[in-house]
């Protein structure tokens, strides 16, 4: 199943005026959140299928916009905290409004986004301006009418949980009891209530008591879909501690440990640093959880902890570069990972605008891009290949040609259909599939 | 990858070298050329993303567990006095970096005394090896610097200005005065590991306010006891001094965070007009 570009759509991309640093849908697959490095949050709709175009599936407009973070300054240490969104979570819908979880550095806060569509008319103390009417010009009672009017999305925050967090703050995620949710920064993991904003508890906390012997930090924590006391968090070592709440107040002993042994045979200096993990997301079933390291994705299976059961190479051509990797700082990209609806794929970024998906049931995988000049309205995608060396054969790519400030870090599967979005840099490409 | 025009000088002068540790320092060279200079870039990269407004811990802590490797390594296989070799035979290092991170690693107090040079560590170092061939011997002199290594002595720079290392010039080496000099001590190779430690906590900083900075009041010291103060050190180290931060004349210093004495006003650094003024001594220094 080859994503096609939006059919309707002129264009198969958006561009924000800032580069994108995270995306993710809601629970339905209705709504697409982007957050931005200048703290903002645009929240794409999908239209209803039109009844006319058959062959069409809706394509996403702008729903939403609104700033929720500004950069603030830290005067005690002497430190500007960025107001670049790095996590967006959706509640659960519950209500006709929606609800999301917005975090930067430092700061996560709860909005509301709600449609109005009515307005009231007819006051009585009031006029349709607004102004207070003369009180000797009111001579009968009426009821307020209630009129329709321009539809307006509104956001409001509702919750603002602050100063939890010491370190930068790497993820969030909601829990499946739909009333607390974790936050992790580099060195601890916070739980809270979403009704309770003064205080958080704290249930992993790494830090040493000696930051000399600092070695190793969080780089991401994600809840389990359906057991809420169940959540896992990931090191800059490669390893996953899956922990459980009810186990203990303080969840620094965890419950399982994932480590795969390393192979001694590719040991180099960057053995560490390119085992680091930046993303780890639970399959939607809960079985299975995803771990996405520098060259490759693997998944485990929650019940065997001393390896993966699938390994993926995103980009092994790398391999061989990661010196100058180093020296660019590109080893120390963060790339996400995520499953589609029905976990029989799982789908990472590159560089050069590449992102690659993998089928886990025919172990087929393919490249893409996203780029405008490769992407025409209706067009399918053309898989990519990068070439690794000798003859370089007609459209591939030479590793040395690859463009490595065109990174896709964030990608997002629709949660029920074979709809993705891809962030490459300040653009937000929306592949749909083709129906066939 | 590993280079940028860095050369190798090889002068055969036919001075009365042992071969055989001639030609086993060019054989296991080219790997610790390699590895010097992943040593460098990682110091660089420790020094440089100090500077950030905010340092991304991840990766301080992934580059500093790599310093560690390196230096681990080094010490491991009695390496050490490797580094001179491989760093004179590459020729001159890149002095823009270096010089750079040599601003940088100005003491905090004032009355130390500024130190133009870097450290090294001449760990094993054999008088006969560094005084007969010239291309060992192209090691700065204290009031240069244009050859610099950085062999992980970063955290020293920060802490205390000590020399850990010896920098002899031509001369005075064809004079067979090495040994003698200055008070530099020659670091030991326990010293090396032992003060590792040290030398990666003053990546990520201390946590109490120093006691010895001059200033805070005991009262205040109580009030902001319970803050971390992680990055108090780092910004005072990026900032330089207290009182006058000295930096040089890189786009990238540009972007330091404001100078930490008065930290609650969001000021502009006052840098540039220092600038013009180090310029100044930097060339006489290096004699350009």
Not at chain 1, 45 to 73: A, D, I, M, W
Not at chain 1, 361 to 387: Q, W
Not at chain 1, 424 to 433: E, K, R, V
Request: hydrophobic residues 35%; negative net charge.
């Amino acid at each position: 199943e080859t994503p096609t570009t939006d059919s309707r759509k002129e264009l198969p991309w958006i561009s924000v005026t800032d580069i994108i640093s995270t995306v993710e849908f809601n629970c339905s697959g209705e709504l697409l959140a982007t957050g931005d490095k200048g703290g903002r949050v645009v929240i794409f709709q999908r239209e209803q299928e039109s009844k006319n175009r058959l062959l069409s599936r809706g394509e996403y407009n702008v729903y939403s916009t609104f700033q929720s973070h500004e950069p603030e300054f830290d005067y005690l240490k002497s430190l500007e905290i960025e107001e670049k969104i790095n996590k967006i979570r959706w509640l659960p819908q519950q209500n006709a409004a929606h609800f999301l979880l917005s975090a930067n550095d430092k700061t996560i806060k709860l909005w509301k986004i709600s449609e109005r569509d009515k307005r009231a008319e007819g006051y009585n103390l009031k006029d349709e301006d607004g102004r207070l009417r003369d009180q000797f010009r009111i001579t009968t009672l009426r009821v307020p009418v209630l009129m329709p009017m321009d539809l307006m999305v509104e956001a409001s925050p509702r919750r603002i949980f602050a100063n939890a967090h010491t370190y930068h703050i790497n993820s969030i995620s909601v829990n499946s009891d739909y009333e607390t949710y974790l936050s992790a920064d580099d060195l601890r993991i916070n739980l809270w209530h979403l009704e309770i904003t003064d205080r958080s508890f704290n249930i992993v906390d790494i830090k040493p008591a000696n930051m000399e012997e600092l070695t190793e930090v969080i780089t991401a924590a994600e809840c389990h879909p359906h057991q809420c006391n169940v959540f896992v968090y990931s090191s800059s070592k490669g390893t996953i501690r899956l922990c459980d709440t009810r186990a203990a107040a303080l969840c620094d002993r965890h419950s399982k440990f994932f480590e795969e042994p390393e192979d001694p045979s590719s040991r180099s200096f960057f053995s560490e640093i390119i085992s680091s993990i930046s993303d780890v997301k639970f399959s939607h079933s809960g079985r299975y959880m995803m771990t996405r390291d520098y060259l490759s994705v693997k998944v485990w299976d929650l019940n065997m902890e001393n390896r993966p059961v699938e390994t993926y190479q995103v980009h092994e051509y790398l391999r061989s570069k990661l010196c100058s990797l180093y020296e660019n700082d590109c080893i120390f990209d963060k790339f996400e990972c995520c499953w589609n609806g029905s976990d029989s794929a799982i789908m990472t970024g590159s560089y050069n605008n590449f992102f690659r998906m993998f089928d886990r049931n025919t172990r087929r995988d393919i490249t893409l891009e996203a780029s405008r000049e490769n992407s025409k309205p209706r067009a399918m995608l053309k898989p990519r290949k990068v070439c690794t060396g000798g003859k370089r054969k007609k459209d591939e790519i030479s590793v040395d040609s690859l463009d490595f400030n065109k990174k896709i870090l964030h990608t997002a599967w629709h949660p029920k259909e074979n709809v993705i979005a891809v962030a490459a840099t300040n653009n937000l490409y929306i592949f749909q599939d083709k129906i066939n | 990858m590993f280079s940028k025009g860095t050369k190798r000088k090889f002068s055969d002068g036919g001075e009365a070298i042992s071969d055989e540790s001639l030609l086993g320092a060019r054989v296991a060279s080219s790997y610790s050329l390699q590895r010097q200079s992943l040593l460098d870039m990682s110091l660089i990269k420790l020094q440089l993303c100090h500077m950030l407004v905010e340092p991304n811990l991840c990766r301080s802590v992934l580059i500093a567990n790599t310093v560690r490797q390196i230096q681990e390594e080094m010490t491991h296989d009695g390496s050490w006095h490797m580094v001179t070799e491989a760093f004179c035979s590459a020729g001159q290092s890149p002095s823009e970096r270096l010089v750079a991170t040599e601003v940088l690693c100005r003491s905090r107090e004032q009355d130390a005394e500024p130190k133009l040079f870097s450290v090294i560590s001449y760990e094993g170092c054999r008088e006969e090896e560094v005084v007969a061939d010239e291309t060992l011997c192209s090691v700065s002199v204290s009031n240069t610097v244009s050859n610099v290594c950085l062999a992980g002595r970063m955290g020293q720079c920060w802490e205390k200005s000590e020399l850990s290392g010896v920098e002899r010039d031509e001369e005075v080496l064809e004079d067979s005065r090495l040994g003698s000099g200055e008070d530099e001590e020659i670091a030991t190779e326990d010293g090396a590991s032992t003060e590792s430690p040290k030398t990666i906590g003053q990546v990520f900083g201390t946590f109490e306010i120093k006691n010895g900075s001059p200033g805070p009041d005991s009262a205040l010291e109580e009030l902001f006891s319970d803050v971390d103060t992680s990055y108090y050190d780092l910004d005072t180290m990026l900032t330089g001094m207290q009182s006058a931060p000295k930096m040089g004349p890189y786009d990238l210093l540009d972007s330091l965070a404001p100078s930490h004495s008065s930290p609650s006003i969001v000021s502009t650094p006052n840098c540039r007009s220092d600038l013009n003024e180090l310029d100044h001594i930097m060339e006489i220094i290096v004699g350009s």
